[in-house]
T-cell receptor
Framework: GAGVSQSPSNKVTEKGKDVELRCDPI?????LYWYRQSLGQGLEFLIY????????KSGLPSDRFSAERTGGSVSTLTIQRTQQEDSAVYLC????????????FGEGSRLTVL | AQSVSQHNHHVILSEAASLELGCNYS??????LFWYVQYPGQHLQLLLK??????LVKGIKGFEAEFIKSKFSFNLRKPSVQWSDTAEYFC??????????????FGTGTLLAVQP
């Protein structure tokens, strides 16, 4: 597609449930990033993929969070046993050859944990 | 650890007023610097970037930013704001050598409201 696509756009879940968030990057972009945006907190880095490998997963808040990327394309961020503090907008971005660090963002997945 | 500070959390201006949003970063090495903007209901998009060369960088919609290495700053400016500039603005920094990671570190954002 023309841009980064994320789904679902909105997810409401109960505390303790698992959720999966999906990101479809711009075709041909080798780098993929997940960020979390909370009110007043800015963008918090979660994980970075280069191809299918994750050289930097230092931002994952706990072992309840995991992510994978397959085929050098689609990525899934999984949050197990969700907690209320996980409520945020989860943003995916991809980057290609137009310049290191120039990220193209998706619309985000808004997660609400009740 | 790297960090990015945006000192203005919420700015309210009238149309035609001049804008300057502060951004300071903590990393001492060579960096790439960015300003991203998020208009209401839209996704984040790049406003401008600095990699090397002229420290005064011009971006879209009349915005510019100046990299002052000695002050670890990359402030965003616009001589005359418009109502359509109402948005949240994020400063970001990345180590230019990359290394094991290519991640951008973002500031907490500045919410700009321009009153007509």
């Amino acid at each position: 597609g023309a841009g980064v696509s994320q789904s679902p756009s909105n997810k409401v879940t109960e505390k303790g449930k698992d959720v999966e968030l999906r990101c479809d990057p711009i075709s041909g972009h080798t780098a993929l990033y997940w960020y979390r945006q909370s009110l007043g907190q800015g963008l918090e880095f979660l994980i970075y993929f280069q191809g299918n490998s994750a050289p930097d997963k230092s931002g994952l808040p706990s072992d309840r969070f995991s992510a994978e990327r397959t085929g050098g394309s689609v990525s899934t961020l999984t949050i197990q046993r969700t907690q209320q503090e996980d409520s945020a907008v989860y943003l995916c971005a991809s980057s290609g050859n137009r310049g290191p660090g120039e990220l193209f963002f998706g619309e985000g997945s808004r997660l609400t944990v009740l | 650890a790297q960090s990015v500070s945006q000192h203005n959390h919420h700015v309210i201006l009238s149309e035609a007023a001049s804008l300057e949003l502060g951004c300071n970063y903590s990393y001492g090495g060579t960096v790439n610097l960015f300003w991203y903007v998020q208009y209401p209901g839209q996704h984040l998009q790049l406003l401008l970037k600095y990699f090397s060369g002229d420290p005064l960088v011009k971006g879209i919609k009349g915005f510019e930013a100046e990299f002052i290495k000695s002050k670890f700053s990359f402030n965003l400016r616009k001589p005359s704001v418009q109502w359509s500039d109402t948005a949240e603005y994020f400063c970001a920094v990345k180590r230019s050598y990359g290394g094991a990671t290519n991640k951008l570190i973002f500031g907490t954002g500045t919410l700009l409201a321009v009153q007509p």
